[in-house]
């Protein structure tokens, strides 16, 4: 039975209820009349439940559809205006002991080199990517309880806070390592983690369970509560995602939906972020394989649809994904983005060396760099962010997304981020990089609407050139 209180997986993702909802879609996808009082829900910035943005997932009315897209693209400028957070992947170890049948750490790979990163190695990596000009980083591990056990992980974490290379400094490490229990969420939020971001893969049970045949991650009632117990352990922040192409699309966005009105419904609070990845190829993965592979039209319909159902939850689009495709989706509701990443263990401080990208969990499809990404974003017309300052500032989880839901959270977003992107500019941009961006910096205060707020930003841009930095509201 359907129940979004439950905290038992198969009843907040109840089968049966996914099946309806796609029944309904399906039934509704040309009924012009409910469409369109969908559409007017959704303009009120309050978010749609699974069944209602899976009507718009399925509509197939052109007219409708192009107003389905405006009215995200309106959406995303009202709660994100022109920034885009930036980020990369760390990969610590890809020891894994799980069969996950896509990915090619799977446990079974014996020709991929196995790789763990000493502290030293780490280190090693965090001055590399402080010195792209990094500030946010997303931790990656395999599952492996004897070569990567949560103490390796704290570890890690403390190296990583810990090193302030030049004017470099990672403010906000975020975390994406397998389902574990509440006392190990515990100590993450106690080495000061940003997000708990966990994929879900896939919400079909039947799939979830041929995919994943071998290792601790074939639990899929474990798997699907991890977030619950990552909130009962005090996490505030929580990030989900699936993986487009292992089951039907429509399937996994109904279920994501669900996951997230499930966490709404128990914790008072959704998901901090939702990640959109494609299945991709990698070492001993063939994508073709996978049946249920989506194009780029569908892929940004379902960015659309994500992003009017649950307005203020942040979405996140990585390096896997082109520079047209990320170009299109950015419009319609990605609010950050991966910039000159690297896959591999050990990438960053040593990219000339091959038996690194061997390493890779999937093959990168924006290769730029992140000053041609910064370029490339400042030359679309958004404002590229290195902001840190909510989980700074501890505005988190319900605080964070009373904020949100007020629409207040521009007023500390876009300061912030003409203030990070200064400090970027002056630290680590190219010569033509920093052209474009002071004049992106001159253009974008003249947006700021309190007199009181460009007045301390004009000082604080200030006191960046004269070599102070970390200023946020
Ligand atoms: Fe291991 Fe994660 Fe890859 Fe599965 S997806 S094989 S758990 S690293
Ligand atoms: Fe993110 Fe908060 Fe910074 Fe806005 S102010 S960009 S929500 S950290």
Not at 113 to 138: C, F, N, S, W, Y
Not at 158 to 187: D, F, L, P, Q
Not at 350 to 356: L, R, V
């Amino acid at each position: 039975m359907y129940n979004p209180k439950s905290k038992k997986a198969e009843e907040f993702i109840d089968n049966q209820e996914v099946l309806e909802t796609l029944d309904y879609a399906e039934k509704n996808k040309n009924n012009l009349e409910l469409i369109d009082k969908i559409l007017e829900k959704a303009e009120l910035g309050k978010g749609l439940t699974h069944r209602e943005a899976s009507v718009l997932l399925a509509c197939e009315n052109e007219e409708k559809n192009k107003k389905i897209y405006e009215l995200a693209q309106k959406i995303k400028e009202d709660y994100y205006g022109n920034r885009i957070v930036l980020f990369a992947p760390l990969y610590l170890s890809n020891y894994c002991v799980n069969g996950c049948v896509y990915c090619p750490y799977h446990a079974k790979n014996t020709h991929i080199p196995r790789k763990k990163m000493t502290q030293e190695e780490i280190k090693e990596e965090v001055i590399a990517l402080q010195d792209m000009g990094h500030k946010r980083l997303a931790i990656e591990t395999g599952e492996d309880p004897v070569n990567n056990p949560i103490e390796y992980v704290l570890e890690s974490l403390k190296t990583i806070y810990s090193i302030h290379h030049k004017n470099g400094a990672i403010r906000r490490a975020n975390v994406n390592i397998a389902a574990t229990t509440v006392e190990n969420y515990r100590k993450l939020k106690e080495a000061g983690i940003g997000t708990y971001i966990l994929f879900q893969e896939t919400y079909d049970k039947v799939r979830y369970e041929n995919l994943h045949p071998t290792g601790p991650k074939h639990n899929y009632a474990y798997h699907t509560e991890a977030m619950d117990r990552a909130m009962t352990g005090g996490i505030d922040d929580v990030g989900l995602g699936v993986l487009f192409g292992l089951s039907t699309y429509k399937y996994e966005f109904a279920a994501l939906l669900m996951h997230a009105q499930h966490l709404e419904a128990v914790f008072g609070v959704g998901p901090h972020t939702i990640s959109v990845p494609r299945i991709k190829k990698a070492d001993d993965i063939d994508p073709s394989t996978f049946e249920n592979g989506i194009d780029d039209d569908t892929f940004a319909k379902i960015v659309a649809c994500i992003r009017i159902a649950v307005p203020y939850t942040g979405m996140i689009i990585s390096t896997r994904e082109s520079k047209q495709c990320r170009e299109r989706v950015l419009k319609l509701g990605i609010s950050q983005i991966s910039g000159g990443s690297k896959t591999s263990v050990g990438g960053y401080a040593h990219p000339e060396d091959e038996s690194e990208e061997d390493t890779a969990q999937f093959d990168v499809s924006d290769r730029r760099t992140l000053d041609e990404v910064i370029k490339w974003l400042m030359e679309l017309g958004y404002v590229p962010s290195f902001c840190t300052a909510c989980y700074r500032e501890g505005r988190v989880g319900d605080r964070f997304m009373e904020i949100c839901k007020d629409q207040q959270i521009h007023n500390f977003c876009h300061p912030n981020a003409i203030m990070t992107l200064k400090e970027y500019l002056e630290d680590y941009a190219s010569d033509e990089t920093k052209k474009v961006g002071e004049a992106l910096i001159e253009k974008e205060l003249q947006t700021l609407q309190n007199k009181k707020v460009e007045c301390i930003v004009e000082e604080n841009l200030e006191k960046i050139e004269n070599g102070e930095r970390d200023f946020r509201f």
